[in-house]
Every structure is written in structure tokens, then in C-alpha cells.
């Protein structure tokens, strides 16, 4: 039997974990964010007037690649208040996938505009920097990121196409961004020189532009603190109304409890949805209704619009036919990987002895390249299993459901669900992977298949 072999190098994750404790007794106590800046500026003499300018632990929103987020700290290393802005520079964490060893603060450099109408949401970013200042007189930051990362993003990258956008911003234009993917595509590519940039091209750097977005958040949210904003409505303290002790916890009601009821889950619908209609080949101007045998995923049931419905289904064989170094870059969690190209197709299997793949000829009429290739298929590809498709814009997936069809399966149990390209949508992002958690180098060779002869 063909035989795969798989070399992964896993990336060891390490998250360092600051916890900041005084000992005001015997008794270890935890302390919050404001003693302990108060400790550093006032008790350690750091604070402004003395030998350094204002330093501060501030709260930081960790995300990680399987966009996990955790509760972190960040650490403001310089605070200067000039006429109509600050300076400030600020040290954090971004990638956690190394070991600790490994894992370089990153210090960043900013400059927040102080606006004449005092309210926070109306100042503005108008520098971020991880190397030199705006006058190009001191290095004012440090890139601490893989530099490339795994996917094979650089830091220039990141300098010259993303940090880009964020400048000229107020912070209530950037407040509600929580990953990369809410930033809007058209919002990315205005401005001069932009309109040929995509920010799709970081999808495989999440980590690094996802805590960018994050260190823009803390530090606007810690430039909230400045004096210059004590009359802005919007960050008042608002004083709770204390619980009420004497009052008992009411019991949860009987009808709210769903233990031991059955999961009820979506009911399959027929693949192929015949009341779409498609495009016969990329010239045709007119579209024709959608039958059984077209494998388009223009004429699917599931895509992105409703795949969410149906994941997670135990009664469900869900693959992704993309090679492994497409996949490792942006997948879906506890998809298999079974690559189209490198296993199951390529014109010319059937009549050069170099190729592996189990058939040539074309989809629609599939040479076997060995007398077992249609067990092999079925191995990989079981007939009494609902099947899933996934590539990366749904064309592997339908040529091989053209070979699939071509070869006996029962097509009412085979699914186009699309490409990874169509899933871009924030309900996705908690089944997505698009951090490259280890490496592999895939080597394909077949032992005792027996090869049909020419």
C-alpha cells in the first residue's frame, strides 16, 4: 500500500504570565494595575521630575493565533506630554508560539494627539513605530516578532503596507477593532499609493497585526488617563449599586435546565441546491439552472453563508484537499487533510511511472493508475460516510467530485463547501486556525500498488 510520510516540527508554545504581588504582610496580597503604578512613580521616585518620565503597567488583550484571547499586561516605558500630543513608548508580547527562550518583547512608539474638544474619542494617531522616531533621531522601538514569520510575512511587510493604515486615525475610528478582519478591505486600500493593497495578504500573520491592533487599544485606553481628558463625559467612573446581600439566589428555573435533553442539530439538506443557477464556463454571459451532476460550488446547498450551522457533526467526514503548506498557513480546526494534487489527480498518472497520484486522464473520465486505486479511494474517501469538501475556492473540490462520481459514489452523501478564500466572516474565526503551529515537509511514495500497465 501507498505509503505517506510526514515529518512535522512542532513550535512549542510558551505564554509568560505576569503576576504582580507586594508583601504588605505576611500574607501575600494581589494588587491592581493603579497601586502598582503608583508604587513605581511615586514610591520608586520614576514619575515625571525625576530622573525619568512616567512609566505605567497597563491591561493588554492577548490573542493568539487560534485567536484565544487572554487578559495580559503591557508596560509604557515613556510618557512625554508635549503642546498638542504625547510621546509614548510601550513594551509588549505579541508572538507566544516559541518557547519562552525565544519569546522577545516587542517595544513600540507612538505619538496621540491632544484634541481641543477634550473628548478621547477625537485624538489621533498620528505616529506608530518600531524603529526610528519621526525625526529620525533615536531608535525609539524594537520589532520582537519572527521576522519572517512561518508564512513567510516580513517585517517590512508589516511596515510598509499595515502600520500605514492605522496613522491619521481617532481612536473612535479604531476603538471597536478587535482582529484584522474587521478592518474593511475598501477602508485599507484608500489613499495614495493603496489601492492596489489588500489586507487580505496578512492572513497568515495574524498573531503579529492582531496585537498591533491590541497595543493600539491599551495605549489609547491608557491616553484616556491623561488630565487633558477629565472632562470627556464618556470616561466617567460610574459608581455600581452595591448587591444586595440579604436577598437569596434564586433558583434556576426547572424549564431552563437542558440536561439530559437530546442536542437537536440542523437536518442535511441535498447538496446541491437546484434552485441556484450557474455559469456553464467562465465566457458564458447567461446562467443556467442548477442540476445534480454540476459539482459548481455556485450550485451548492453549503457555503459560507450556512456552513456554521453544520459543523461539528459527528455524523460528518469533513476534508480539506488543499497541500499541507496551504493548510498549515488558514484552516478549519479537525479538518483532514487529503491533497487533491499530490494523492488523487494529475493528467498524466496514468501513463508516466513517475507520477503517484491513484488517476490521470481528466476528472470527468478518470484512468486508474493502479488496480487498487479505486480501493484506495474509497479508503480515503468512504461511500457510506456524509463528506464535506473544502479547498481553496471550491475548483479541486469539484473536479474531485467529478472523479467521484465518475467511480460509483453515491453523490447525495458528497458536499462543495467552498474554499477557505469564502470564510473570511467574524463567525468563523473561533473554528479557524491561521497561525502556522508547526511545520511539515510532506514526501509522497507508494509501496505494493500494483501499477496498471499503459
Given at each position: 500500500?501507498?505509503?505517506?510520510?510526514?515529518?512535522?516540527?512542532?513550535?512549542?508554545?510558551?505564554?509568560?504570565?505576569?503576576?504582580?504581588?507586594?508583601?504588605?504582610?505576611?500574607?501575600?496580597?494581589?494588587?491592581?494595575?493603579?497601586?502598582?503604578?503608583?508604587?513605581?512613580?511615586?514610591?520608586?521616585?520614576?514619575?515625571?521630575?525625576?530622573?525619568?518620565n512616567p512609566v505605567a503597567v497597563i491591561p493588554i488583550q492577548h490573542v493568539d493565533g487560534p485567536l484565544d484571547e487572554s487578559d495580559f499586561a503591557a508596560f509604557v516605558n515613556f510618557k512625554y506630554v508635549a503642546r498638542d500630543f504625547v510621546k509614548y513608548q510601550v513594551t509588549y508580547i505579541s508572538c507566544t508560539c516559541r518557547q519562552a527562550a525565544d519569546n522577545y518583547w516587542t517595544t513600540v512608539y507612538f505619538?496621540?494627539?491632544?484634541?481641543?474638544?477634550?473628548?478621547?474619542?477625537?485624538?489621533?494617531?498620528?505616529?506608530?513605530?518600531?524603529?526610528?522616531?519621526?525625526?529620525?533621531?533615536?531608535?525609539?522601538?524594537?520589532?520582537?516578532?519572527?521576522?519572517?514569520?512561518?508564512?513567510?510575512?516580513?517585517?517590512?511587510?508589516?511596515?510598509?503596507?499595515?502600520?500605514?493604515?492605522?496613522?491619521?486615525?481617532?481612536?473612535?475610528e479604531l476603538k471597536d477593532l478587535r482582529f484584522i478582519t474587521d478592518i474593511d478591505p475598501v477602508s485599507y486600500a484608500d489613499g495614495e499609493g493603496r489601492d492596489e493593497l489588500t489586507v487580505d495578504v496578512f492572513s497568515g500573520a495574524t498573531v503579529s497585526t492582531n496585537n498591533v491592533i491590541r497595543v493600539v487599544n491599551a495605549i489609547f485606553k491608557y491616553h484616556g488617563t491623561d488630565e487633558h481628558f477629565e472632562d470627556d463625559p464618556s470616561l466617567a467612573v460610574v459608581d455600581e449599586e452595591p448587591a444586595d446581600t440579604d436577598t437569596p439566589?434564586?433558583?434556576?428555573?426547572?424549564?431552563?435546565?437542558?440536561e439530559g435533553e437530546a442536542v437537536t442539530r440542523a437536518a442535511l439538506p441535498a447538496p446541491r441546491d437546484l434552485s441556484k443557477t450557474f455559469k456553464p464556463s467562465s465566457d458564458s454571459d447567461e446562467?443556467?439552472?442548477?442540476?445534480?451532476?454540476?459539482?459548481?460550488?455556485a450550485c451548492s446547498s453549503i457555503d459560507a453563508d450556512n456552513l456554521i450551522d453544520y459543523l461539528g457533526r459527528d455524523d460528518v467526514l469533513y476534508i480539506d484537499v488543499r497541500n499541507y503548506e496551504d493548510y498549515l498557513v488558514k484552516h478549519f480546526r479537525n479538518f483532514e487533510v487529503i491533497p487533491y494534487f499530490a494523492l488523487i489527480f494529475d493528467a498524466e498518472a496514468h501513463t508516466d511511472e513517475n507520477k503517484i497520484q491513484l488517476y490521470g486522464g481528466t476528472p470527468q473520465e478518470p484512468v486508474p493508475v493502479y488496480e487498487e486505486s479505486d480501493k484506495m479511494l474509497e479508503y480515503l474517501f468512504p461511500?457510506?460516510?456524509?463528506?464535506?469538501?473544502?479547498?481553496?475556492?471550491?475548483?479541486?473540490?469539484?473536479?474531485?467530485?467529478?472523479?467521484?462520481?465518475?467511480?460509483?459514489?453515491?453523490?447525495?452523501?458528497?458536499?462543495?463547501?467552498?474554499?477557505?478564500?469564502?470564510?473570511?466572516?467574524?463567525?468563523?474565526?473561533?473554528?479557524i486556525v491561521d497561525t502556522m503551529e508547526f511545520g511539515l515537509i510532506p514526501?509522497?511514495?507508494?509501496?505494493?500498488?500494483?501499477?496498471?500497465?499503459?
Open positions: 500500500m501507498r505509503h505517506l510520510k510526514k515529518t512535522a516540527v512542532l513550535i512549542v508554545v510558551a505564554l509568560l504570565l505576569g503576576l504582580f504581588t507586594i508583601a504588605a504582610t505576611p500574607v501575600q496580597t494581589a494588587v491592581g494595575f493603579d497601586e502598582i503604578n503608583k508604587y513605581l512613580n511615586e514610591d520608586l521616585d520614576l514619575g515625571e521630575g525625576s530622573k525619568a505619538e496621540l494627539t491632544l484634541p481641543e474638544s477634550g473628548l478621547l474619542d477625537d485624538a489621533v494617531l498620528q505616529t506608530i513605530s518600531y524603529e526610528r522616531d519621526p525625526a529620525d533621531k533615536y531608535t525609539v522601538g524594537f520589532w520582537g516578532d519572527s521576522d519572517p514569520i512561518p508564512s513567510g510575512m516580513t517585517y517590512e511587510q508589516i511596515r510598509d503596507e499595515y502600520l500605514p493604515w492605522f496613522v491619521g486615525k481617532t481612536y473612535g439566589d434564586e433558583e434556576p428555573d426547572d424549564e431552563d435546565e437542558d446562467e443556467e439552472p442548477c442540476v445534480e451532476d454540476c459539482y459548481l460550488l461511500k457510506d460516510q456524509t463528506i464535506f469538501l473544502l479547498c481553496q475556492s471550491g475548483g479541486r473540490v469539484t473536479m474531485l467530485m467529478e472523479i467521484l462520481a465518475a467511480r460509483g459514489w453515491d453523490m447525495s452523501k458528497i458536499y462543495n463547501i467552498g474554499g477557505m478564500a469564502q470564510y473570511t466572516g467574524r463567525e468563523y474565526r473561533p473554528y514526501e509522497y511514495t507508494v509501496q505494493g500498488l500494483n501499477r496498471v500497465a499503459p
